[in-house]
Structures are given as C-alpha cells and as structure tokens.
C-alpha cells in the first residue's frame, strides 16, 4: 500500500501542475481586490448553460487563491457549464504571533464576501456571461470553499441575528461539496488543516458563538438538494468528517447524497487529470440539467 503522505503529495502536484486558465470576463462584487467573480462561458458554444459557482479551497487562507481552481472550472466549461469562480477574503499572510503559518479565514469578513458574491451572481452573470442560465444554478466548491458552498446553501436557515441571513432558501438547484469541512466538531477533533477551523472563528473563546453562524452541521435541514464528493484516502480532510455531516443531516430528517471515490484522495476531485473530476462533473450536471 503507497504511503499516505506521498500519494496526498503526488496528487496534489498533479492537480497544481496544470497552467492557470483565463476567464472570458470578470466583474467586481465590491471594492476589495479580492471581490471579483471570474466568468467562464461554455465551451461548446451553448446558449443557456446551467451556471456553476465554484468555491476555491486552501484551508481559507491567503496562500491559496482562485487560480489553482481555473483548470478544473475549465473542465466545467469544456462540459458544457458556464461557471462562476469567485474570490473571496481569506485570512492575512502573516501568522498570529506565536503561530507558523499564515492564518485561516477573515471574521467575518469571509462570509460577508461569499454572501454577497452569490447575491450579485445573478445579476453580474446577466450582464458578462448571457450564455448562462441562472434559473440553472449549482454551487461547488472544493474543502474549505466546500464548506462555503454549504454555509451559502443554508443562509435561509442561520439565525435571525445573523447578518447573512436570506428571508428565504436560495434559488439552487443544488449544491455539490468536494471534501468539504462540513463538520467543524468533527474536524477540529481531527486537527484538519493544521487547527485552521479554530483559527477561522477566531479562536477558542469565540468558536461555540461563533460556530452557529458557520458551522454546516448546524445549519440542517436545508431543504435544498447536497451531494458530498469525497476520496476515501483523503488525508487531508477525511472521510469522517463527511461521514458525520451526513449523519447530522439524517438526525435532522434530511438526505445528503454520499459519493465516495475508492483509491482517491483530496485533491483528484479538482484535477482535469483524473477520473475523480469527471465523476464530480456527473453529480453537477444530475442537479443542473
């Protein structure tokens, strides 16, 4: 059996090893540089695509950005998607005093970025990418921008004091979540990311508070239709913590679809390269088509 770490790093190679892809067109959301949504038509010269909106992973920290997603949003479009990549606010690039890399997230920064990105979706969509039909819209989103696919799937359902909160369900038709950290308990038990869903609440003294605003596991039932994505030898974010947003789910009287890919690990899900995407892909188009 290849050792675990060697195989996560050989696949995580492949996955970045492929050249960043340029969009067809590119709006802001705000004022910040980080606020843009790139846009990617169909590549197969369609009229009224399903439009998918990606989320970047990279434990929400500022290393990691949208470019390392283009190539598998570029697959999306060679499907036959028109796809949405957003850029959001992630934590700075310098650590916390004490700490050794840089940290995750931005309170509540992050969140104010991805709400207000899926909200101007629509409209930014309209206006640089005709070709998509946002009637048609499935949102993905791979590890931490997992999470960020679910959180913005359940806004309806966040407290009446959240500020991202939406009168009512969005108009999805339904979300796809590549390893996501959809259960932060589960996680930090596992020490995902090197402590980043600690680190993105702000820390211990704010996670329970901060935790019902954020948490996925916390923001069940939906009602809107989730599909979980997920390698069997991720190493990275584990099966365990799919494993037990599905069953938080189920607790809540709702079904999450569990795809588990053997022989895979985190980062195949979001390379053009391996089977793993075009399986992803398939789950997209069973919801936007």
Not at 140 to 146: I, L, R
Request: hydrophobic letters at 45%; one cysteine or more; charged letters at 20%.
């Amino acid at each position: 059996m290849p050792d675990p770490a060697a195989r996560d790093a050989a696949e995580e190679a492949s996955a970045f090893s492929h050249p960043a892809v340029a969009p067809d067109a590119s709006a802001a959301y705000g004022d910040h540089p980080d606020q843009v949504v790139d846009f990617y038509a169909p590549r197969d010269g369609r009229q009224r695509a399903p439009l998918v909106v990606a989320l970047h992973g990279g434990a929400w920290r500022a290393p990691y950005d949208r470019q390392h997603l283009t190539p598998f949003v570029d697959f999306l479009a060679r499907r036959g998607f028109a796809v949405a990549n957003v850029e959001y606010r992630r934590g700075g690039a310098l650590p916390r005093q004490g700490g050794t890399g840089p940290v995750a997230g931005r309170w509540p920064d992050t969140f104010d970025d991805v709400a207000a990105a899926l909200d101007a979706v629509p409209r930014l969509a309209a206006e640089h990418l005709p070709q998509a039909d946002s009637r048609r819209i499935v949102l993905t989103g791979h590890s931490a921008g997992g999470h960020l696919a679910l959180w913005a799937a359940a806004r309806h359902v966040l407290a009446p004091d959240a500020p991202w909160r939406l009168p009512s369900a969005p108009e999805l038709r339904g979300v796809v979540a590549l390893a996501p950290i959809a259960h932060f308990d589960r996680a930090v038990e596992l020490g995902v990311c090197g402590g980043a869903v600690t680190q993105f609440l702000g820390g211990e003294g704010e996670f329970d508070v901060r935790a019902r605003h954020a948490d996925p596991a916390l923001l069940l039932p939906t009602g809107i239709a989730t599909v979980v994505a997920q390698g069997r030898d991720d190493v990275v974010v584990p099966q365990a913590v799919a494993d037990a947003y599905v069953e938080a789910a189920a607790k809540a009287g709702e079904t999450v679809g569990l795809t588990l890919l053997p022989d895979v690990g985190h980062f195949p899900l979001i390379d053009p390269a391996a089977d793993a995407s075009a399986v992803v892909a398939e789950e997209i188009a069973q919801l936007a088509f």
